[in-house]
T-cell receptor
Framework: GDSVTQMEGPVTLSEEAFLTINCTYT??????LFWYVQYPGEGLQLLLK?????DKGSNKGFEATYRKETTSFHLEKGSVQVSDSAVYFC???????????????FGKGTKLSVKP | DTAVSQTPKYLVTQMGNDKSIKCEQN?????MYWYKQDSKKFLKIMFS???????INETVPNRFSPKSPDKAHLNLHINSLELGDSAVYFC???????????FGNGTRLTVT
């Protein structure tokens, strides 16, 4: 079945460091891909998404590019802040084109801690 | 003015008990969901309702029964609780199945 694999955490960085969180997926068909973020004590929030190959999702300085050839959707940020400390979840929707999120399959989550 | 609210935030109970978790959204969304996050942080969908109608029912024991009295509410009732039910349960909603999900803050259920 469809699945998402994220790099193991936790990831600890100093403020202004470059961030990459790797995400690869296995899917039949053409999934849409997402990154969600969970701040301490809160529910998940959509961070960004991409619905087809070569699309780049971006939000709050974070970016991820849908790479069909490598089945990847790595999350990057050029300069992290303490306020970015959270758990980041990569996810795919197995409902095909259109970005339908009716059945999201999540990765395990990667905890990011940013130190001042 | 919380968008998706769940109660209670924490729930500690003994094996064999029956408990409910309530969820309400004030976003006017048509679709609501229940997700389970286990101790390894895996998030899995359990149920999805659209306009009070069940549309997704993943492989979940029938001890779990969702109830949607109206579009803004999706409650989760669990009978005969087991140790393995301990997890964080997240409610979510979306305008439709093509729109982003808005999650509640979760309910941490501990079964002793």
């Amino acid at each position: 079945g469809d699945s998402v694999t994220q790099m193991e955490g936790p990831v600890t960085l100093s403020e202004e460091a470059f961030l990459t969180i790797n995400c690869t997926y296995t899917a039949t068909g053409y999934p849409s891909l997402f990154w969600y973020v969970q701040y301490p004590g809160e529910g998940l929030q959509l961070l960004l998404k991409a619905t087809k190959a070569d699309d780049k999702g971006s939000n709050k300085g974070f970016e991820a590019t849908y790479r069909k050839e490598t089945t990847s959707f790595h999350l990057e940020k050029g300069s992290v802040q303490v306020s970015d400390s959270a758990v980041y979840f990569c996810a795919l929707s197995d409902r095909g084109y259109g970005g339908s999120q009716g059945n999201l399959i999540f990765g395990k989550g990667t905890k990011l801690s940013v130190k001042p | 003015d919380t968008a998706v609210s769940q109660t209670p935030k924490y729930l500690v109970t003994q094996m064999g008990n029956d408990k409910s978790i309530k969820c309400e959204q004030n976003l006017g969304h048509d679709t609501m969901y229940w997700y389970k996050q286990d101790s390894k942080k895996f998030l899995k969908i359990m149920f999805s309702y659209n306009n009070k109608e069940l549309i997704i029912n993943e492989t979940v024991p029938n001890r779990f029964s969702p109830k949607s009295p109206d579009k803004a509410h999706l409650n989760l009732h669990i009978n005969s609780l087991e140790l393995g039910d301990s997890a964080v349960y997240f409610c979510a909603s979306s305008q439709d199945r093509n729109s982003p999900l808005h999650f509640g803050n979760g309910t941490r259920l501990t079964v002793t």
